[in-house]
């Protein structure tokens, strides 16, 4: 029988049916929720797309080893809410955008500073590899906002764009001294 924690009852579910909305085939992305430590693999661009950006750029003395309860602050300093989950593994925050967000995405600029959008809009299907829902501390992927702690279904893609521009300028500043 499966754990609790991916089944599509109990005190997540109403998150995991809206992550599933993204899976290709919804019973192995629960089979690869089994593994507490492991990601289930979704398609960005079906339920949302994903912007990936490096901790680097949200702060310099950022890196893999950064705590979860000080990217959470960070969120909070840059006012961006909705679900976001992280990779300390490769030090890379994955902010969950409304689907459709990668036909309006700067890709050539925001490229520039390390930050990509996986959506369903390119010639390429981009697969995001999704923590369970309940993992939101180390080790591994894990979420720093889940999808059913917000009032928000999706982060906002402008709000989320103007604090990574802002960030992006503030990081050349930085790095010009």
């Known amino acids: 029988m499966r754990p609790a924690q991916t089944s599509l009852s109990g005190p997540h579910e109403l998150a995991v049916r809206w992550l599933l909305r993204a899976a290709p085939d919804t019973e192995k992305a629960l089979a690869e929720w089994d593994d507490a430590n492991a990601v289930a693999v979704f398609v960005a661009g079906r339920a949302w797309d994903a912007v990936r950006v490096p901790y680097g750029l949200l702060g310099a003395d950022l890196d893999g080893d950064a ?13 961006i809410a909705g679900p976001v989950f992280c990779d300390p593994y490769r030090a890379y925050m994955y902010f969950l955008v409304p689907p459709g967000t990668d036909r309006e995405w700067p890709h050539d600029a925001m490229a520039r500073a390390g930050i990509e959008c996986f959506g369903g809009h390119s010639e390429y299907v981009h697969h995001v590899g999704v923590p369970r829902v309940d993992r939101t501390g180390r080790p591994g992927p894990h979420w720093l906002v889940t999808p059913d702690c917000t009032a928000r279904e999706h982060v906002d893609p402008a709000v989320l764009l103007g604090a990574l521009e802002k960030q992006s300028r503030k990081a050349a500043r930085d790095g010009a001294r």
């Open 67 to 79: 705590r979860p309860e000080d990217l959470r602050g960070l969120l909070d300093k840059l006012g």
